[in-house]
């Protein structure tokens, strides 16, 4: 047992202090803005695609710094220390299992499974949450939820918003966390810990609030947590 943790601990110090192979699972929106942002911090990024050659992604690819490129997602995930699923939410489960044994890796998730309810609200479409969902589908997967309550403009330019933006985190693995935490500081967010990943369920809600005051004519607004210690 201690074994494990000591080895634990050095991945996760390996991780934190050298260039890591960043996969980002999808090419969408969210990928598009965390991709070239982490490239930007040093690290080589490989997308994840269904379609790797279409001219999209070629250019996602592009922008997204020394070494960069796009493959399939089960190719990208294999080759990579930290994972993200820049995927659709209601999907997780599914893509999830598609990507191979992801046991070691860091796993971020900043999905939200939003269903659109007969009165035209969004709402939140899991009995727990989609960060409990991926760690149960990779058990041996560090996952850390993050970067699921800001739109992706935002983690791009988070001075946009007028102040200090900050990123919840949820996992179960304090390691994995604090290597997630240094990624946002890396993009001038501020991290904070929200515990394990069974909290997930309360961050991806905080998403709920925000998204159905924008997208409809009540008052839009910004919230984010701030640290008062
Ligand atoms: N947009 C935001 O501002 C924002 C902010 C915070 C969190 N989120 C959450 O982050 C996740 C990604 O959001 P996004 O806005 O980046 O979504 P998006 O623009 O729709 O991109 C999702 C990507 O997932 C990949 N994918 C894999 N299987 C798919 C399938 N069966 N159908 C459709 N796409 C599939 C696609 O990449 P390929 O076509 O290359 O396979 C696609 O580009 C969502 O869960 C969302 O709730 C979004």
Not at 71 to 86: G, R, S
């Amino acid at each position: 047992m201690f074994k494990r943790l000591a080895a634990a601990s050095l991945l996760f110090a390996t991780l934190a202090a050298n260039a890591d192979t960043v996969a980002i699972i999808g090419t969408g929106d969210v990928a598009g803005a965390l991709g070239p942002e982490f490239a930007g911090l040093g690290h080589t990024i490989v997308y994840g695609s269904r379609d790797p050659e279409r001219p999209k992604v070629r250019a996602l690819v592009e922008r997204s710094g020394d070494g960069a490129r796009a493959t399939t997602p089960a190719a990208a995930a294999a080759d990579a220390d930290i994972v993200v699923l820049a995927v659709p939410g209601l999907l997780v489960e599914e893509i999830t299992a598609s990507l191979g044994d992801l046991s070691g890796k860091i796993l971020i998730d900043p999905t939200n499974p939003l269903r659109r309810g007969a009165d035209g609200e969004l709402e939140h479409s899991v009995p727990t949450s989609n960060g409990e969902i991926i760690q149960a589908a990779a058990p041996g997967a560090y996952v850390v939820k993050a970067f699921s309550t800001l739109n992706w403009r935002t983690m791009v330019d988070p001075d946009s918003s007028g102040g200090p933006v900050s990123i919840p985190l949820a996992g179960n693995s304090p390691e994995a966390k604090e290597t997630v935490a240094e990624l946002c500081r890396g993009l001038g967010l501020e991290p904070i810990d929200l515990g394990a990943i069974r909290n997930a369920r309360w961050i991806e809600g905080m998403l709920i609030v925000w998204i159905n005051n924008r997208y409809t004519d009540r008052p839009a607004f910004e919230f984010h947590l701030r640290r008062s210690d």
